[in-house]
């Protein structure tokens, strides 16, 4: 048997996923690709032979180590298995993620706890952002009991905080990777924009839809799926991204005006199921639009007055409330800062044994 290999699992946000040291996996590329499809049991559509959760949203992998930089703490690189095919994508990040990074540093002793609140700065190798996590510490030691609740999880845990520093252009290089807020694709109106994850996004009306499907109904609307994965592949190249067709973004996401008192209604396509609510870059991306003049989004949205603007961004199972610091004049407003809150929980700690590596297996690059 092959040895096992040291592993938590953790929910981050809506999301969940296998975390590891960076030093316990394989320095070569390729042979960590092969491991952690072998561990997550891909390709298969129910990862039945591995710990994956047989859906994009669980079938996620966090690698951390301490930082090599002297503006973080800890670095995170994230690596989104694909299900049903031999992929690992590690262009992407994943905010949800990036939430439970803060408790497994702590765990693993890679940052020293010192008070009730530990923050940690959080460098994401896949696109350089940087972040603040805060995580509750009382008794030196983890916290994941609380009052916090976020949408798409049952049940209340503790907050953690995540202040996002540098986020625009995280990706594409710019917040607006086209020049413009309103490109013109396939005759439908749509604005690319990147504030911590590429996001398309389109007015849910244009495609038939009202807004409040359900995945379900999102995911059997085949003729409009097929329409908006064409828009995709050409906003993809318009955006600096070039050939998209294998890649998990940009994200594809529906607007259109709130039904429950939030800032703007959305379904997201991930890029080609239906996200059963919404990730958290792709959300500080959408509040980003909503709140930026000459956008698909603004018009749809309701904002709050003031510099800080605190948006609930509904999806299909709640909101999730992004904090935007607003600069530059009224005019021409900029956003200068998003922040959210997640939780996260350890599910698991110990030895995770992958699916044996066969003769005539394919080591995917």
């Known amino acids: 048997m092959e040895s096992g290999i040291r592993c938590m699992l953790m929910r981050g946000g809506t999301s969940k996923g296998a975390y590891f040291l960076v030093n316990d996996l ?5 042979e960590r690709d092969d491991l952690l499809l072998r561990i997550l049991g891909s390709p298969d559509s129910r990862q039945i032979d591995g710990i994956g959760g047989a859906h994009p949203l669980t079938s996620k992998v ?10 973080a703490d800890i670095d995170f690189l994230f ?3 694909g299900v049903e095919e031999p992929l690992v994508d590690t262009t992407p990040n994943c905010g949800n993620i990036l939430a439970g990074v803060g408790p497994f540093a702590i765990e693993r002793g890679l940052v020293q706890v010192t008070s009730d609140e530990t923050r940690i700065r959080i460098k994401t190798l896949n696109t350089g952002t940087l972040a603040e996590v805060i995580v509750a510490t009382p008794n030196g030691r983890v916290e994941y009991a609380g009052e916090t609740a976020i949408a798409g999880v049952p049940g209340t845990a503790a907050a953690i905080p995540i202040n996002f520093l540098d986020t625009a252009g995280s990706v594409c290089g710019s917040l607006f990777p086209t020049g413009q807020r309103i490109d013109m694709v396939k005759g439908i109106a749509i604005t690319c924009i990147d504030n911590g994850m590429p996001v398309v996004l389109l ?19 085949t003729e409009a799926l097929q329409k908006i994965e064409s828009i995709r592949l050409e906003a993809g190249c318009r955006m600096g991204l070039g050939d998209v067709s294998d890649a998990v973004f940009p994200k594809m996401c529906l607007i259109s005006s709130p039904i429950d008192g939030g800032c703007v209604n959305t379904r997201t396509l991930i890029p080609k199921k239906c996200h059963t609510s919404i990730g958290v870059f792709g959300a500080v991306s959408v509040a980003s639009a909503s709140a930026l003049p000459g956008t698909i989004a603004y018009p749809m949205a309701v904002r709050p007055d003031g510099r800080i603007k605190i948006m609930d961004i509904e999806h299909p199972t709640g909101k999730l409330e992004v904090r935007l610091e607003i600069g530059g004049t009224d005019e021409e407003p900029t956003v200068e800062r998003g922040g959210l809150v997640r939780t996260a929980r350890a599910l698991f700690d110990g030895t995770v044994f992958p699916r044996p590596l066969r003769a005539n297996a394919v080591v995917v690059a």
Do not use: H, K, M, Y
């Open 26 to 30: 394989p320095s070569n590329l390729a």
């Open 79 to 81: 690596a989104q298995v």
């Open 62 to 71: 966090a690698i951390v180590s301490r930082s090599s930089s002297s503006q």
């Open 203 to 221: 007015a849910a009306a244009d495609f038939g839809f009202r807004g409040t499907e359900s995945c379900q109904e999102i995911e059997a609307a």
